[in-house]
Nanobody, 128 residues
Framework: QVQLVESGGGLVQAGGSLRLSCAAS????????MGWFRQGPGKEREFVGAVSWSGGISYADSVKGRFTISRDTAKNMVYLQMDDLKPEDTAVYYCGAAGARYVGSGSVLRQPHAYEYWGQGTQVTVSS
């Protein structure tokens, strides 16, 4: 089992910044790919970005250049730095963990079904 807890969400004006954190506990953190997804009201969960167990990083086109993912293996933490936020970024943001033993590090990490564990989510609201 892996437990994930997100934090850092809140209300921010357009153009502002937030830093989300995801704390992981349980099984060996290094054996997991980590992803960030978001889900707006009435929408499906969509890919934001991911960092593989080996450090490879990918982003959705909608956030590329504005969001930055990082992981601190010593602290079992994953971060999502969000800059130049836009109203359309408003959503609940979720952290997910996918076992590297079973899931490759390519485009499959853009799919929610690749992830075995999820956090409870943190709300991000961007006002115009």
């Amino acid at each position: 089992q892996v437990q994930l807890v997100e934090s850092g969400g809140g209300l921010v004006q357009a153009g502002g910044s937030l830093r989300l954190s995801c704390a992981a506990s349980g099984r060996t953190f290094n054996n997991y790919h980590m992803g960030w997804f978001r889900q707006g009201p009435g929408k499906e969960r969509e890919f934001v970005g991911a960092v593989s167990w080996s450090g490879g990083i990918s982003y959705a086109d909608s956030v590329k250049g504005r969001f930055t993912i990082s992981r601190d293996t010593a602290k079992n933490m994953v971060y999502l730095q969000m800059d130049d936020l836009k109203p359309e970024d408003t959503a609940v943001y979720y952290c997910g963990a996918a076992g590297a033993r079973y899931v490759g590090s390519g485009s499959v990490l853009r799919q929610p079904h690749a992830y075995e564990y999820w956090g409870q989510g943190t709300q991000v609201t961007v006002s115009s």
